[in-house]
């Protein structure tokens, strides 16, 4: 093959290196034609070190054992973490990481591709693409963030650029760390942060890092203001750098490579092979095709990635499209997950200022376990020690018990008066309606479904949302608090869960508002019924759907009647015994259409900027309050976005969490979307966390987190980080009623906060699943000609 490579980074030198290794290891294989084009001469290369993981340095050993001699010999391996902090340094270890030069890197590549015949061009712009794929077999563009083919090619790769509010330059020095650094630093101009490690014997990366306001306010804006030419560093602001961390530099050097302020830029492409008839297939690979925020490892280490596995698809696929079909599968994946992670870690260093108030032990474990793959769990096989000191703190700080996984300690949600209501642990089976309400009634399904996940041992139990009218419901099969009868059959429920177990029980209550009149979710969710629906209302009339509804907009008689109508619910809640009250402003849900912008179109007091589209649900929660005994908290639920741009942001949510907590809110259940069906959601594992994070951290009121969160190692990392007070788990529950008392088992946790009812108490052990190792059964013996007490062979 013709091979032609446009960029001479590490991608674009390993993959022709690996492809032509390849190429010669089949019998009687002839090396492929490969040329790599490479604008910047031989020795340039812009940054210091490059890191790795274990599972990258496997790949590369498995792959060329010669390349990865080459690299091991330049590695600085290092174990642990150091987190500097409001003046103390706390250390993780068992994090295995290796770094180099990324001049040293280059090196060996280029030496390694002259020795399997490849060509190399420095100091040359690759001809036109028009000539490479006329004139080749296949086109391989490494050429970086600023790819100028994927520009040419933007309507098959379409590609999607996000330009980040941080601000950060990437520097060099002589003074050599002896650990992963991380320093967090108060200045006059607000927090910034520093990523430092060791690349060899003389020195280490050291990139600063801050939000684009302390980048101002610091004056940086001001020194970077000008053209820079090709290779030139912003020696102003270094430094200033250089004044700024003269502590930790102690007077060591720094070094500067093109080193200027960068905003982050994460490229995403959908697609990443293009093809044209009677042309050579372009790919996309490294940078080009995708970036990761450095925080959570190296471009360098994702590109070399991406030329391994297109290297071995190449040789293994009986043709290129397929082998370019079959890498662009195989990486995609990989790297979604990866900017996944990144993501995570990119907002949780944006967001780095509502966290400084955090104690340094508990800040370490948030910063270490900011991008979800790292975990409660996972640090305690790398650590121990680390995460035992972790959980003594979190004991101390939540007037716990020593020894207990944070899940399993107890919390309080306040009340105006009295002690207000104490959980033994901080799990909750989140509201899920069921649709199996008799004319608003609950039914044996209710009393067996809350009954047994309260058995089940979670700290609290939450109701369906429970509605307070028979035109307020979603469907006909939604449960009720109108009536007398409806109470009655919520206290059955109730008297269960309180004589049965130790489990606390909590009303949601909300009216469906646009969403109403609607299926049984089997039947169609969301979808109208086909005959006998009745009249829906809003803040405005605007419906969920197409195919929804038009709601009437509510005036002042109606707002008045809804509200008399969810004082009343609140009274017959608390006459079935029920521990907590929540109030329902999530979801596109009658409240929820009120704080949204996008559902809220009013022009009265109960429109326009958060305030107005607050006063109704407000309205109807004060009036709540006033009925509810003031010994029992009460709580409400909040869509934290809309996922739609037009829609609620992230400082209206903290608005609205913050009048709820002013009106006497316990905590802010903290859920998003729903409320209409342009959203696009960044769907993920505890997707929604971020919300409940910000709400704890920036206002300090507690929260309750709850979205796709669905192993106990999560709820674990969630609280220790700080980033709620509960976890409410929904799915989880219906896959496992017991999901919080084998939780305990799997953690080896026996304690106060795991509860077994009397008579399961036998059920504690995990059962036994049968015999996975030692001596073979004796008939798989005699088949094999084993031995056994037979000497017969088994014959067919």
């Known amino acids: ?132 794929t006329a004139s080749h077999d296949l086109v391989v563009a490494a050429d970086g963030l600023n790819s100028a083919v994927r520009r040419r090619y933007a309507e098959t790769f379409r590609p999607s650029l996000d330009v980040r509010d941080c601000r950060y330059i990437w520097l060099g020095t002589d003074l050599v760390f002896d650990a992963f650094k991380f320093y967090v630093c108060q200045t006059p101009y607000g927090v910034m942060q520093i ?40 020696e102003k602001s270094i430094a200033l750098v250089r004044e700024l961390f003269s502590d930790i530099l102690g007077g060591h050097e720094v070094m500067a490579n093109n080193s200027r302020w960068i905003s982050f830029t994460t490229v995403r492409n959908e697609h990443w092979v293009h093809a044209e008839p009677g ?34 698809c190449l040789h293994e696929a009986p043709d290129t499209q397929t082998a370019l079909a079959t890498y662009e599968e195989e990486r995609k994946a990989v790297v979604l997950s990866t900017q996944r992670a990144a993501q995570a870690s990119l907002e949780w260093f944006e967001n780095l200022g509502q966290y400084v ?26 650590d121990p020690e680390f995460v035992a000191g972790c959980e003594e703190w979190y004991a101390a700080h939540c007037d716990g018990r020593p020894d207990t996984p944070p899940m399993f300690q107890p919390v309080t949600l306040a009340a105006p008066e009295g002690p207000g209501l104490t959980l033994g642990n901080r799990v909750i089976v989140s509201p899920m309606d069921m649709y199996v309400a008799q004319d608003g009634v609950p039914t ?12 089940g041992g979670a700290g609290l139990v939450m109701t369906e949302m429970i509605c307070p009218s028979a035109t307020g419901r979603i469907s006909l099969g939604c449960g009720g608090l109108w009536t007398d009868e409806q109470r009655d059959g919520w206290k059955r429920v109730v008297d269960f869960v309180h004589a049965g177990s130790s489990a606390a029980i909590g009303c949601q209550l909300g009216h469906s508002g646009a969403k109403g009149s609607t299926k049984l979710m089997w039947e169609g969710i969301d979808e109208p ?42 009274r017959r809640a608390d006459e079935a015994g029920f521990d907590l009250l929540e109030l329902h402003c999530a979801h596109g849900y009658l409240l929820s259409g009120f704080l949204s912008p996008v559902t809220n179109r009013r022009t009265d007091e109960y429109g326009g900027d958060v305030a107005g589209r607050l006063r ?3 309205e109807v929660w004060n009036a709540m309050r006033a009925v509810w005994p003031a010994t029992k908290p009460m709580t409400v639920r909040i869509s934290a976005t809309d996922w739609v741009d037009d829609g609620q942001s992230l400082e209206d949510a903290l608005a609205v969490a913050s009048s709820f907590a002013e009106a006497g809110a316990a905590a802010i259940d903290v859920s998003t979307g729903q409320v209409t069906k342009r959203e696009r959601p960044a769907f993920g594992r505890s997707y929604q966390t971020p919300y409940a ?39 989880a529950h219906l896959y496992d009623p017991s999901w919080t008392l084998h939780a305990s088992v799997e953690q080896d946790y026996d304690g106060p906060g795991a509860v077994w009812p009397d008579p399961w108490r036998a059920g504690r052990r995990k059962p036994q699943t049968g015999r996975t190792d030692g001596p073979k059964p004796r008939l798989d013996l005699i088949r094999s000609g084993g031995g056994g007490t037979s000497h017969r062979r088994w014959r067919p």
């Open 279 to 312: 042309r050579a297939s372009v790919v996309i690979l490294g940078d080009a095709a995708h970036t990761a925020h450095f925080s959570i490892g190296s471009g360098t280490k994702l590109a070399m990635e991406d030329a391994l596995a297109l290297a071995a």
């Open 357 to 382: 108030h955090q104690e340094p032990t508990q800040f370490a474990f948030n910063i270490m376990t900011r991008s979800r793959r790292v975990t409660y769990d996972n640090l305690r096989v790398r």
């Open 529 to 570: 019924l086909d005959s006998g629906n009745w009249d829906v209302v809003a803040a405005s009339p605007v419906a969920y759907s197409p195919d929804n509804q038009t709601p009437l907009e509510l005036d002042r008689a109606g707002l008045d009647a809804i509200r008399d109508e969810f004082v009343a619910a609140a």
């Open 616 to 618: 109704f649900p407000l």
């Open 444 to 455: 044996d399904f209710h009393l067996v479904h809350l009954g047994g996940k309260a058995l």
């Open 195 to 234: 990523h430092g490690y060791p690349y060899d014997a003389t020195g280490s990366t050291f990139i600063v890092e801050m939000t684009s306001e302390v980048w101002r306010r610091a004056g940086f804006e001001e020194l970077a203001d000008r053209e820079w030419a090709p290779g030139e560093s912003d």
């Open 1 to 132: 093959m013709r091979i032609a490579v446009i960029g001479g980074g590490p991608g674009g030198l390993y993959f022709s290196a690996l492809t032509q290794q390849l190429a010669t290891t089949r019998p009687g294989g002839l090396p492929h034609e490969i040329t790599v084009w490479e604008r910047n001469a031989a020795d340039d290369t812009f940054g210091f070190g490059v890191v790795f993981s274990d599972e990258t340095l496997g790949g590369i050993e498995h792959a060329d054992p010669a390349v990865f001699a080459q690299m091991q010999r330049e590695f600085a391996i290092w174990d642990d973490i150091d987190v500097h902090v409001a003046g103390e340094v706390v250390t993780s270890g068992g994090h295995a990481f290796a770094a180099m030069s990324r001049r040293r890197l280059l090196e060996i590549l280029q030496e390694r591709c002259r020795e399997l015949g490849v060509t190399v061009h420095f100091r040359s712009e690759a001809p036109d693409i028009d000539e490479l």
């Open 693 to 731: 994070d910000a709400i704890r951290n920036r206002l300090g009121i507690p929260t309750i987190a709850v979205g796709v969160i669905s192993s106990y190692d999560d709820v674990n990392s969630i609280l220790m980080a700080g980033r709620a007070d509960l976890c409410a788990l929904g799915r």
